[in-house]
């Protein structure tokens, strides 16, 4: 048969089966078609995260306004407050004292997670350590937990009466601190941090390591450099962007620590209800009613979060032109 031969129609289909649809028709579609794959998600994002912040900031422009005594119908109502919630969140003493102790426990934790993450994922890079498969899953393991089951596991080992350090430690007749109470606190939650947040930040840090191509350390072995100076002069400065990443996510975890506090404090009596920012949002909602106050404590958190991860980032950004021009 023919090349030019005309197709035989199914039977019961009237017109050209095998019409085969226009070039502009075809590329509209390939043009539409990211789109509805966007869709789902889209739909998730305003669902969950877009309308939920809109709502929270339309509640801080209001407060309850009561008359009377507050009993019967119309006796409490919703009114505009304007930034009455904003000035007032501003001026809050306990706001402000937790996000001290929040910064000084960021003082603590980043630091050492960082470096810590960074000394893990130079030994894992080394042609010298063996295990490392089961080396990196266990410091990995670490971050897979919980947090609030490690704030609970933590927290049965720093109580005197059951911890088995403590017993260890009065058995050897040495003095046992109480890590609950006063300035060790602050070690006490910073440590629960850096042992569950180590091993992401190494993650990341040890993909970008061995991203570097093994002609650089070829070449800089043929030059003479020792293991040490490899890592100082090569290895960190290449993964200066990954660290720069894992800072930028360890500022965010740190300005929104919430669990551990919170499930430490029945624990003990030196973690006030007010001990992180989060905290005192949390319990000017659900412990005394005034979703206003707290939606404006949320959003003001929520925009120094933002412009301190910004700035950083543009910080960041600058230095690596400036360093790209050199």
């Known amino acids: 048969m023919s090349s030019t031969t005309a197709r035989r129609r199914p039977y019961g289909v009237k017109g050209a089966p095998y019409a085969h649809p226009s070039p502009t028709t075809a590329l509209k579609g390939a043009l539409r078609a990211p789109y509805f794959f966007l869709v789902p998600a889209s739909v998730l994002f305003l669902l969950f995260f877009a309308l939920p912040i809109g709502y929270a900031v339309w509640l801080s422009f209001r407060k309850v306004e009561v008359s009377g005594l507050g009993l019967g119908a119309g006796a409490r109502k919703e009114v505009w407050a304007g930034f009455q919630n904003y000035a007032d969140a501003l001026g809050d003493s306990e706001l402000l004292d937790g996000a001290l102790r929040v910064l000084g426990y960021g003082c603590i934790v980043v630091p050492v997670m960082l470096g810590l993450a960074l000394l893990f994922a130079l030994m894992l890079d080394s ?42 430690l009065d058995r050897l007749g040495l003095p046992q601190p109480d890590l609950l109470d006063g300035g060790p606190l602050y070690l006490a939650l910073s440590n629960i941090a850096v ?123 600058r230095r690596n032109k400036q360093e790209a021009a050199r």
């Open 127 to 168: 042609d010298k350590v063996r295990f490392t498969p089961v080396t990196r899953l266990a410091i990995f393991l670490p971050y897979a937990i919980p947090g609030v089951v490690a704030a609970l596991l933590w927290g049965f080992l720093y109580l005197p009466d059951v911890s088995p350090f403590h017993f260890v």
């Open 195 to 317: 042992w569950g947040g180590t091993g992401f930040n190494m993650i990341v840090i040890y993909t970008s390591l061995r991203a570097i191509p093994a002609e650089v350390y070829e070449a800089a072995k043929l030059d003479g450099a020792s293991p040490l100076q490899i890592a100082l002069r090569i290895k960190i400065p290449m993964v200066a962007p990954s660290l720069v990443l894992t800072f930028f996510f360890s500022i965010i975890a740190t300005l929104q620590v919430f669990n551990e506090p919170t499930t430490l404090k029945p624990l003990t009596n030196s973690v006030p209800t007010t001990w992180s920012p989060l905290m005192k949002v949390y319990q000017d909602a659900f412990g005394k009613g005034d979703v206003h106050a707290a939606a404006a404590q949320a959003t003001i958190i929520a925009l120094a979060t933002l412009l301190l991860s910004f700035g950083f980032l543009r910080a960041a950004n």
